[in-house]
């Protein structure tokens, strides 16, 4: 009788925290996370009440329905067109230097809202949580993202908590949705780049990668890289104030600039050329990328953006961006070619010579967001 | 150097099936996920490509940017407020009579926005999958989904693909995160139950739960319970063209229908007494609820609604939910009292006697939904 078996084990485990848990002006209050707190009844409701309302507490936040709800009047005083993205995290470690999966989550769906013109407004945050996490490190991981939401300028305001049994989760895995309004000037697509458009990047590119695989082995080195990780809305609103007619922005993640590059070539049908030497890259992340046979162009970034913009408006695009603290160590790095075979990236090299860019074809860091 | 070990052996079980793949029409072709699936660059894009797109195409699903874009002015034909909610979906098993995870994590969804009053429109799709999954079976629940939007009048635009490593995630998550548009006249609340009011079910209690639990364990038992798994949109708009006043609707997922009133009774600060006798669950539910000492009011749903409907357009409410295929058994099962003590929930049993149903304290069964 496996399932009575698997029914009582199942009791057993939800009951005994339970049953040492406090009860605290009425409220359950456990130092532990059991499958009760994702069951739905007074052990979820409490703990929905004591870790992710009061972290996220506003105006919109509507805690005794399933859904939020907004006005589609007070959404059109932003633009024209309502922008919808979603993204999961499950980055391991889920602490490292520069954030956490908390502060991910939001930068990560706030970049991918704000890289399409967008105004990033509302979020909805789903977590799935390991049965014996400490209810400590999620108010740690859910005061971060109240924290980075706020700075973002973003409201959290519905949710979802689910709880599976030790073993059937890594810790703790978060997805957050967004929408947001995009302005009615803004026609950004990736199908647009043209003949002598300039390659722009904000920054330093490959710290989110090298700081998580530093945070994630022990090799004990003393190199203080920290992730990138950061919202970029503000500085994407400064780039497109400075260059209207920028054909393309997007956030450099997964796969790195190589891939987002890739695609803009193959959506574009256009050939692209990218400058070495004009890469900014860190030379830790270098000597990382060197010892581990790594190519720094394919190494996720949390805080950097790949932006195409017409050469007309590329010092407007730069001088503003370097303006902009997250915008600082901006870089031109490369160009629409005129007469490039359509989807091919390649690269002068620092030697003089030059080589292709391909896309990531497998995976060189698995868990990176 | 573990940090270099583990590198090591994900590049070398990263390429191995990679290797192993065929090349079809230019795009990497294999029949079992790897981490390479998750890893932002092209076989991840095959993948999607492959499974997702080929499945869930529709004119709104943006394959090249990271955000779905609508036209606000076309959101506002459907209404003055837009509905936006999320859930993760972690059932175990992913396959079950009446259903699969990708059905529930539609359904699930579309019946949080449909419950507000709300026109459900648009999903995102965000899986996290265990390395190893069979790519047919991966198939099969993408296309349980666009099955299931299809019936359900939603399209799925836009998404997120996360592969964790072996024993990192237990075979598939999936996120839906959905937007809906709720008509001007509709006003639900969970806090709007006043003395008097009919409290309705469209059919019978507690199959999901014990459909789950059926096909979890191995009891062997013969029972053909199936989960109700199914989108409740029409029924609900059917329901409330029939009684305008109601005042609110929630399916009873985790937690039950027990979880469901007692939310009612509190934020509505009101007693509310429910008929024993009057409220249909199957006989084979009850079987099993006796053998494992569970109870019905508290087994999971995913096709049943609590509707609070005045007294007055009660007989009209239940008519047009009887006339639908997802009503046939609607039931009045109760009422909220006039001098009830606020929040409490009571019971008249069978027996002729009163019991208290409180809201569900600890876990019944975990992994429901």
């Known amino acids: 009788m496996n399932v009575l078996d698997k029914n009582l084990q199942v009791a057993s485990d939800a009951e005994a925290p339970i049953a040492s848990t406090r009860l605290r002006q009425g409220k359950l209050v456990s130092s532990v996370i059991t499958l009760a707190h994702g069951g739905g009844g007074k052990a979820m409701r409490d703990l929905i009440d004591d870790v992710f309302i009061n972290a996220f507490s506003n105006s919109s936040l509507n805690t005794l329905e399933d859904q939020a709800r907004f006005q589609l009047s007070d959404l059109a005083q932003y633009g024209d067109r309502l922008a919808m993205t979603t993204d999961s995290y499950v980055i391991d470690p889920i602490f490292f230097p520069g954030g956490d999966i908390g502060k991910l989550a939001i930068c990560g769906t706030v970049n991918d809202l704000a890289v399409g013109g967008a105004k990033p407004l509302y979020l909805t945050c ?69 003949a002598h458009d300039r390659i722009l990047v904000n920054g330093y590119l490959g710290d989110h990668g090298a700081a998580i695989l530093n945070a994630r082995g022990d090799m004990h080195l003393s190199s203080p890289i920290e992730s990138d990780c950061a919202p970029l809305h503000e500085l994407i609103e400064v780039l497109l104030n400075a260059a209207p007619n920028t054909r393309f922005i997007r956030d450099a993640t997964r796969g790195g600039i190589a891939s987002v590059i890739n695609e803009i070539a193959d959506a574009s049908k256009c050939g692209i050329e990218i400058q070495e030497t004009a890469t900014p890259i860190r030379n830790e992340v270098k000597g990382f990328c060197e010892i581990l046979g790594l190519d720094p162009l394919y190494l996720a970034n949390e805080g950097k953006l790949v932006a195409v913009v017409p050469a007309a408006e590329t010092a407007a695009a730069l001088a503003a961006m370097r303006a902009h603290p997250l915008g600082r160590d901006a870089a031109d790095i490369g160009y629409v070619l005129e007469d490039g075979r359509a989807g091919r990236v390649q690269m002068q090299t620092s030697f003089g010579g030059k080589r292709i860019v391909d896309m990531l074809v497998g995976e060189q860091l698995p868990r990176i967001c």
């Open 126 to 194: 789903a977590m799935i949580i390991e049965e014996g996490m400490q209810v400590s490190t999620l108010k740690q991981i859910v005061q971060s993202m109240a924290d980075t939401a706020k700075a973002a300028g973003v409201l959290i305001v519905t949710g979802d908590t689910k709880v599976v049994e030790r073993g059937s989760c890594d810790k703790i895995f978060i997805n957050t949705a967004g929408i947001g309004v995009i302005k009615k000037d803004y026609q950004l697509g990736v199908h647009k780049a043209q």
